[in-house]
Each structure stands twice: as structure tokens, then as C-alpha cells.
């Protein structure tokens, strides 16, 4: 595997190069703090945190408490963000060369990588911490297992060197479903190994979306990304049988947690919208290699709003059901 280095910047699309216009010891307070927030990924974050409080709902057949929904919250917002941090740490060097990440701060030389390192280890410790203390050392111990899974199998071993990366990888990914339960419970189920895959069997469909609309990014770093190695059509039947596995494991929550109604029928409905959008995308890819007519990035965008609703429903399905 040929590792790019940091001699050449990137151009970006307007022609100037990806190196700040501003070096570290010049930069603004303001750029600096905007900076360290940016190593921390806030919509990956976001992400996260969507599949991790509605499963808190899920676990306490109702509202949980408020004080423990902000500390899983906080020790949850830390952790992700900290194995971001270790992300980009590590990845500069292909950072710098794709148009997608270019612009992040390492690249940019806004903070050196042993700033982002400290950083990042100050995190994980924290998290731990506050997790430990006033949630559950289950939940800490999960939460620590998911970003140790996501720095050193992910981002160090698989994403470079397999077209699998991504589908083992995305196991970090999955964790915070499993700590939204413990954190209620102090317990793991079937309940949340469910939704664990759930989450699992989306990563890949959502993130090859967004892989094909940047191949030539991934191409020209060596990343393996399936569709880098793989013709689209091929990429678009992988991901419609991830999808229908997706939707299949998703009506699955119905009769092991004794749902109500309202779960399934969310469910399916989404599920039934994404997967024609899945279809259309391979169907389209199968016509044509060309990324104006593949449009993925439309199953990349649904996939985000496919997974927020369904694990709103997860919250909502207890409300209705128990009467909160």
C-alpha cells in the first residue's frame, strides 16, 4: 500500500491550495477552538447520539432520567469525539489529498498532529470518566471498547488494506446503541444487539453512497473502498442486499421487545422507501458508470433521514404504548 505524504498540497475547487492562509501560531483564537471542535466530526456525532438516547427511551419504557441522559450524552459526545480526533490524526496525510477532508484542520496545519493527539487521549479519558462515575463502568467500558475498535481495527488496520473496511469497521459505529441500553439497565439484551445490527447492516449501504460520489478521492489515496475496486453495478447490488437485511432486522424489534404498533408500521414504512430508493440507484448504476446518473448521494441523504426516523420511532413506540 503506497502512503501519500505531506509535500504537495491539494488544490482546492477554486483553484488555491488546502494549506491555511493562516499558520497554527498565527491563527485566531476563534479559528483555533473552531478547529479542535472540527477534529471531533460534530455530524458523525450527531449521528451517534440519535441512536443512543432513543434507545435510552426504548430501555426505560418511558422518559429516563434527565441527569442520566445528559451524562451519557456528554461521556458519549467526548468518546466519538475523541476517536475522531485519533482519525484524523492518523489519516492527515490522505486528508490532505481529497477534496472531501482537505479543508480539516490537520491538513491545514492549524494544529500540529501531537496538539490533536493530546487532545484526543484527554478525551478518551474523560469519557471514560464521566461515563465511569455517573452512568455505569458497562457503559464506560463499552463506550472505550467502541473507540479502541475504531482507531486501531478500523482506521489503523482495515481501511487501507480491504474492500471490507468499512462493513467490520462500522462495528464502532454500532456501539452506541448497546451503551443507550446499558445505560438505563446496566445490562445488555437481545433488545439492543437488534438495533447494534440494525445499525451494522446500514453503515455499508450509507457509506458506499457516499464512497462512489468520492471513488477518484479514494482512488487516488489507495483507499480500497468498494467502489474504487468494484463497478458501480456491482456496488449497487451490494447495497440493495444490505438494505433488505437492513429492513428485515429492523421489523425483527417488533416481536422480541414487544413493541407496540407503532414501531412496525414506522419500520416498514421506512424501510419500504428505502429500499425503492436503493433499487432506483442500482438500477441506474447498471445503466450507466457515470456519477451524474448514478446520483448516489440521494441514498446517501435518505440513508441519514431512513435511520433518524426509525430510532425516533424507537423512542416514541414506549410513549404511546406505556403511556410514558
Same mark, same amino acid.
Given at each position: ?47 451517534? %447520539?440519535?441512536?443512543?438516547?432513543? =434507545?435510552?427511551?426504548?430501555? #426505560?419504557?418511558?422518559?429516563?432520567? +434527565?441527569? &442520566? *441522559? $445528559? ?106 446503541? %448497546?451503551?443507550?441500553?446499558?445505560? =438505563?439497565?446496566?445490562?445488555? #439484551?437481545?433488545?439492543?444487539?437488534? +438495533?447494534? &445490527? *440494525? $445499525? ?106 431512513? %435511520? ?17
Amino acid at each position: 500500500m503506497t502512503y501519500v505524504g505531506h509535500s504537495t498540497p491539494a488544490p482546492s475547487r477554486d483553484g488555491e491550495t488546502s494549506l491555511p492562509e493562516r499558520a497554527e501560531g498565527r491563527a485566531g483564537i476563534r479559528d483555533v477552538v473552531a478547529a479542535y471542535v472540527g477534529l471531533t466530526k460534530p455530524r458523525v456525532i450527531e449521528l451517534l %447520539l440519535l441512536t443512543t438516547v432513543p =434507545v435510552m427511551f426504548f430501555a #426505560a419504557r418511558g422518559v429516563p432520567d +434527565l441527569w &442520566l *441522559v $445528559v451524562a451519557t450524552v456528554v461521556g458519549g459526545t467526548l468518546s466519538a469525539g475523541s476517536a475522531s480526533a485519533y482519525n484524523c490524526v492518523y489519516d492527515r496525510d490522505i486528508d490532505e489529498q481529497m477534496r472531501r477532508t482537505r479543508r480539516r484542520a490537520l491538513p491545514r496545519h492549524i494544529v500540529s498532529p501531537a496538539a490533536a493527539l493530546l487532545f484526543a487521549t484527554v478525551l478518551a479519558i474523560t469519557s471514560t470518566l464521566v461515563l465511569g462515575f455517573f452512568v455505569n463502568w458497562l457503559s464506560a467500558g463499552l463506550s472505550l471498547g467502541a473507540n479502541a475498535f475504531y482507531v486501531f481495527v478500523y482506521t489503523m488496520l482495515l481501511k487501507r488494506r480491504t474492500t471490507q473496511n468499512i462493513v467490520w469497521g462500522g462495528l464502532a459505529g454500532c456501539f452506541p446503541a %448497546l451503551i443507550g441500553w446499558t445505560a =438505563v439497565t446496566n445490562e445488555l #439484551a437481545w433488545t439492543p444487539v437488534i +438495533l447494534f &445490527l *440494525v $445499525v451494522f447492516f446500514w453503515t455499508p449501504p450509507h457509506t458506499w453512497a457516499l464512497a462512489l460520489r468520492y471513488r477518484e478521492d479514494y482512488a487516488n489515496v489507495d483507499v480500497p473502498m468498494l467502489p474504487v475496486v468494484k463497478p458501480a453495478a456491482e456496488v449497487g447490488r451490494q447495497i440493495v442486499l444490505y438494505s433488505w437485511v437492513m429492513v428485515a432486522t429492523s421489523l425483527l424489534l417488533w416481536p422480541v421487545a414487544d413493541t407496540g404498533l407503532f414501531y412496525p408500521i414506522c419500520a416498514a414504512v421506512l424501510g419500504a422507501v428505502f429500499l425503492v430508493e436503493a433499487h432506483r440507484m442500482w438500477s441506474r448504476a447498471k445503466q450507466s458508470d457515470v456519477l451524474a446518473d448514478i446520483k448516489p448521494m440521494r441514498l446517501f441523504h435518505n440513508s441519514n433521514l431512513y %435511520l433518524s426516523l426509525l430510532f425516533v420511532a424507537v423512542a416514541v413506540d414506549p410513549l404511546i404504548t406505556f403511556g410514558g
